[in-house]
């Protein structure tokens, strides 16, 4: 199995700015994109930001220009630097990854428990 563990969810000022990171570890044969979803009070989750391995990024338009991933393959983890953040920002964030735990074909996507980002003054 594997196991994902986000950290750096927090409250923060509009305008601001937080850090999330993300470590996977288990039995990851090859990882072949890893990603943030977010998920608001009362709504469905939604794509955020992804990464392949060859570092390729995608955004979604609602913070492109403003947030970055990134990745650290030796250490199967990735990050997302969240800047000029606004209320509507305001979500749980969840990584996950898409990967095969063995040589054979089949891909699991892997979610990890979340972290809370709240933006308010």
């Known amino acids: 199995q594997v196991q994902l563990v986000e950290s750096g969810g927090d409250l923060v000022q509009p305008g601001g700015s937080l850090r999330l990171s993300c470590a996977a570890s288990?039995?990851?044969?090859?990882?072949?994109?890893m990603g943030w979803y977010r998920q608001a009070p009362g709504k469905e989750r939604k794509w955020v930001a992804s990464?392949?391995?060859?570092?390729?990024?995608s955004y979604a338009d609602s913070v492109k220009g403003r947030f970055t991933i990134s990745r650290d393959s030796a250490k199967n983890a990735v990050y997302l630097q969240m800047n000029s953040l606004k209320p509507e920002d305001t979500a749980v964030y969840y990584c996950?990854?898409?990967?095969?735990?063995?040589?054979?074909?089949?891909?699991?996507?892997?979610w990890g428990q979340g972290t809370q980002v709240t933006v308010s003054s």
């Open positions: 288990g039995s990851i044969y090859t990882i072949y994109a």
């Open positions: 996950s990854v898409r990967c095969k735990l063995g040589p054979l074909p089949t891909v699991y996507d892997y």
């Open positions: 990464i392949t391995s060859d570092g390729m990024p």
